[in-house]
């Protein structure tokens, strides 16, 4: 998950220094199913993490668990709210702050600033990491949710309105934020994904750095003289994406190119029912092999907060990819440089079917997103911006 990657991105950066690192974490980590393994623990501290400290208590999942269930599907808890920081997980991290001292808090989410003051530490000695603005995102999966019908998906079965890039236009939108933004511009130094976050919290006093996702770049040796591809978890954006694509883009893609196929990976494909030209493959163990092959990737995902990491991880295996303006705003992509922008679902047309029959600007616009993704979202830069930013832009020793 997105979310995790960048996590990781974060502790490599940090275990650059000479710091003594400390890791805390509930039992289920954002987005995951499943506890900390001993590996991932003994992963951690391989990159240099002195401890990992673990918090596990069935209480706090029953409360959490609750706490949903009040909400229901309305998707507007608030910070505090025990979904987020259950009251003994508060408490256990309270008491682990105090037991260690640190120097310095590194927080993910602005969801975990009650954790903050249970550890009595003055926000503006805190850092604070904002993959997602958390309340506007549930806000918006929530309205996704409620509209979609019970898996597996088709795109007859779904309403319309579902499937309108303005669905995210509304008013319920509009002020889910403004809480969680305040409590932003509180802290000493907040990194920020996305540069149109990064300048809300910015106009509110914040001193905030935007600082998008980075990546490794994948093995060179690109056939791309397959299928399209999508790579996408089971997320309701994912979900009302790829429903657009093959509701909006797909029957006069293959009506024009009868040969048109895209290759569905990850969780989603297998809550997506049968579609003509659309050929699901599961979890793919290696997803490196699949994008070497692939001609081109799509982002039909027109919601959600942050970046979407799935459009800098193609580009870093050198596929072109076709995006929707709105999350190609938070991208590295150039229009026609390095891949493809599209404001409709004529153009998404459009820009497949050129893609699908041109290789040469396969290649070209390939190579260009891999050398993009190489030189301006290098890992080890990015490390070393971290770092500078937390010598530099905060008053923490």
Not at 205 to 210: C, R, T
């Amino acid at each position: 998950m997105g979310s995790q990657v960048r996590a990781l991105e974060l502790v490599r950066a940090l275990c650059g220094t000479s710091h003594e690192i400390h890791l805390a974490s509930g039992w289920n980590p954002p987005d995951s199913g499943s506890g900390w393994p001993l590996e991932a623990m003994d992963a951690m501290r391989e990159l240099g993490v002195k401890d990992v400290h673990v918090h596990r208590s069935r209480l706090d999942d029953l409360l959490g668990w609750a706490s949903r269930m009040m909400v229901g599907r309305r998707g507007n808890a608030p910070i505090g709210a025990w979904r987020f920081t259950p009251p003994g997980q508060v408490r256990w991290f309270g008491r682990l702050a105090k037991r260690i001292r640190p120097d310095l808090l590194l927080m993910n989410y602005s969801v975990s600033d009650p954790m903050v003051v249970a550890a009595g530490f003055d926000r503006k000695r805190c850092v604070l990491e904002t993959h997602d603005l958390v309340l506007l995102n549930k806000r918006m999966v929530a309205s996704v949710e409620r509209a979609l019908p019970p898996p597996p998906y088709h795109p007859e079965a779904v309403p319309r309105e579902l499937l309108d890039l303005n669905w995210f236009h509304r008013p319920e939108f509009e002020d889910a934020s403004d809480r969680e933004i305040e409590v932003c511009s509180m802290y000493g130094l907040c990194f920020c994904i996305s540069s149109r976050e990064a300048e809300r919290i910015r106009a509110r006093g914040g001193n905030v750095v935007h600082l998008p996702m980075s990546m490794a770049c994948g093995p060179v040796g690109n056939s791309r003289d397959g299928a399209a591809i999508l790579a996408a978890g089971p997320n309701a954006f994912n979900a009302q994406g790829c429903l657009w694509f093959a509701s909006k883009v797909l029957p006069s893609l293959r009506a024009r190119q009868p040969d048109f196929v895209l290759e569905l990976t990850g969780a989603l494909s297998g809550k997506v029912a049968p579609i003509d030209g659309v050929v699901p493959m599961g979890v793919v163990p290696d997803l490196a092999e699949r994008y070497l092959q692939a001609r081109f990737a799509i982002c039909p995902v027109f919601g959600g907060t942050g970046q979407q990491v799935k459009i800098v991880e193609a580009m870093a295996h050198g596929l072109a990819v076709v995006a929707l303006a709105e999350p190609a705003r938070e991208s590295p992509i150039v229009h026609g440089v390095n891949g493809l922008v599209c404001r409709d679902e004529s153009e998404f047309a459009e820009a497949c079917l050129a893609l699908w029959n041109d290789p040469d600007m396969r290649r070209r616009l390939g190579e260009a997103a891999r050398e993009t993704v190489r030189t301006e979202l290098n890992v080890d830069k990015y490390a070393a911006r971290v770092r500078g930013c937390l010598e530099s832009r905060i008053q923490w020793k």
